[in-house]
C-alpha cells in the first residue's frame, strides 16, 4: 500500500489550504485515515482521523478550522484547512490504518505547509 499526499505549500494567515491523500488500490480494507504534523523541534502530533465509520477526531488546535472528509470509492482522504496560523506551520503527514487483514499502519511522504503572517 502506498500513500500519495498533495497540496501543501505557502498561504498568508487566514487563508485556506486543501491536501489529499490518496491510498493506492489493494486488497486492504481501510479502517482509518488522517494527517499527522511536525514541527521543527516538536513532536509529531495528530492533526485529524477519520474511520470508516466517518467518526473523526481532531488535534485541539485545529478544532473548528479543520474538516477531514474521505471518498471511500478513491481511498482518498482531504484535509480542509480553514483560517490557518502560522503556528500550524510544519510538515504535514499522511497516515493510514488498514487490514490486510492484520492490522498495518502505513505513512505518506511528508508535505510542507508554511503559514506566513
Known amino acids: 500500500v502506498q500513500l500519495q499526499a498533495s497540496g501543501g505549500g505557502v498561504v498568508q494567515a487566514g487563508e485556506s489550504m486543501r491536501l489529499s491523500c490518496a491510498a493506492s488500490k489493494g486488497t486492504f480494507s481501510i479502517i482509518a485515515m488522517g494527517w499527522f504534523r511536525q514541527a521543527p523541534g516538536n513532536e509529531r502530533e495528530l492533526v485529524a482521523r477519520?474511520?470508516?465509520?466517518?467518526?473523526?477526531t481532531y488535534g485541539d488546535s485545529v478544532q473548528a478550522r479543520f474538516n477531514i472528509s474521505m471518498d471511500k470509492a478513491k481511498n482518498t482522504a482531504h484535509l480542509q484547512m480553514n483560517n490557518l496560523k502560522p503556528e500550524d506551520t510544519a510538515v504535514y503527514y499522511c497516515?493510514?490504518?488498514?487490514?490486510?487483514?492484520?492490522?498495518?499502519?502505513?505513512w505518506g511522504q511528508g508535505t510542507q505547509v508554511t503559514v506566513s503572517s
Open positions: 477519520i474511520r470508516s465509520n466517518n467518526s473523526t
Open positions: 497516515n493510514a490504518l488498514i487490514a490486510t487483514p492484520g492490522f498495518q499502519a502505513v
